[in-house]
């Protein structure tokens, strides 16, 4: 009876200590899996981009620098500082470089209009009207306003002259309107304008009084109201 008893009780002893050293190995394994080492990362944890590296909204951002031709916010615009940067000692047109448009008789609260010979960008034509003039560039609301521009602007040797008008937005969602931030209620176009490649900024045509879009960085006279 003595020997079965012993040696039950040396089975169950052996038993016990294989169950421990497995529940150890168990654990060990388990965690070199969850927990890393120092100075790696677990494989599952977002990593973050390499510094200097560009995420994809910031190199279109990058490549989307602005330009002139950029369409703007609608409204009225007001002098940017492009003269300033360029000619610290600015002077006004002299009046033998303008032309006064004769207002229209009898009514006193309409735009009168001048036409400057000095060549300008658009932004810098703006900046003259409206720090020499009190004005903006032409804006033009009715046939009558287009012809007497025209009477005036047709002697010059310069196929068009800067007015007021801007683009905004792109492509078929694009519109058009007045520096001046006054109602855009009529146009002209010349044949096969509005372009779509032709610029963000209107200019008038010298001979036929027609308006077609031109890149704002091209320097020409142009025609201020006030």
Same mark, same amino acid.
């Given at each position: 009876?003595?020997?079965?008893? =012993? =040696?039950?009780? =040396?089975?169950?002893?052996?038993?016990?200590?294989?169950?421990?050293?497995?529940?150890?190995?168990?654990?060990?394994?388990?965690?070199?899996?969850?927990?890393?080492?120092?100075?790696?990362?677990?494989?599952?944890?977002?990593?973050?981009?390499?510094?200097?590296?560009?995420?994809?909204?910031?190199?279109?951002?990058?490549?989307?620098?602005?330009?002139?031709?950029?369409?703007?916010?609608?409204?009225? $615009?007001?002098?940017?500082?492009?003269?300033?940067?360029?000619?610290?000692?600015?002077?006004?047109?002299?009046?033998?470089?303008?032309?006064?448009?004769? @207002?229209?008789? @009898?009514?006193?609260?309409?735009?009168?209009?001048?036409? $400057?010979?000095?060549?300008?960008?658009?932004?810098?034509?703006?900046?003259?009207?409206?720090?020499?003039?009190?004005?903006?560039?032409?804006?033009?609301?009715?046939?009558?306003?287009?012809?007497?521009?025209?009477?005036? $602007?047709?002697?010059?040797?310069?196929?068009?002259?800067?007015?007021?008008?801007?683009?905004?937005?792109?492509?078929?969602?694009?519109?058009?309107?007045? $520096?001046? @931030?006054?109602?855009?209620?009529?146009?002209?176009?010349?044949?096969?304008?509005?372009?779509?490649?032709?610029?963000?900024?209107?200019?008038?045509?010298?001979?036929?009084?027609?308006?077609?879009?031109?890149?704002?960085?091209?320097?020409?006279?142009?025609?201020?109201?006030?």
């Amino acid at each position: 009876m003595k020997v079965p008893l =012993l =040696l039950a009780l =040396l089975f169950g002893a052996v038993s016990t200590l294989h169950l421990r050293t497995v529940k150890s190995n168990s654990e060990s394994f388990l965690g070199d899996e969850i927990t890393p080492q120092d100075g790696e990362m677990p494989e599952n944890e977002p990593k973050e981009a390499p510094t200097g590296e560009l995420t994809p909204l910031e190199k279109e951002e990058e490549w989307y620098s602005g330009t002139e031709d950029d369409p703007e916010e609608e409204g009225a $615009v007001e002098c940017d500082s492009a003269l300033d940067k360029e000619e610290e000692d600015f002077q006004c047109p002299k009046e033998e470089d303008i032309v006064r448009l004769e @207002g229209s008789p @009898g009514c006193k609260n309409c735009p009168r209009f001048l036409l $400057v010979g000095h060549f300008r960008t658009f932004n810098e034509a703006q900046c003259v009207c409206q720090r020499c003039y009190r004005g903006n560039l032409a804006s033009i609301h009715s046939a009558s306003s287009n012809c007497q521009i025209q009477n005036t $602007v047709r002697g010059l040797n310069q196929g068009q002259v800067w007015i007021g008008g801007r683009v905004k937005g792109w492509g078929l969602c694009r519109r058009f309107f007045w $520096v001046d @931030g006054s109602c855009w209620n009529y146009a002209t176009w010349a044949a096969g304008q509005p372009s779509f490649y032709g610029g963000g900024c209107v200019s008038f045509c010298t001979q036929g009084g027609r308006w077609r879009l031109d890149s704002c960085g091209r320097q020409l006279p142009f025609v201020c109201a006030y």
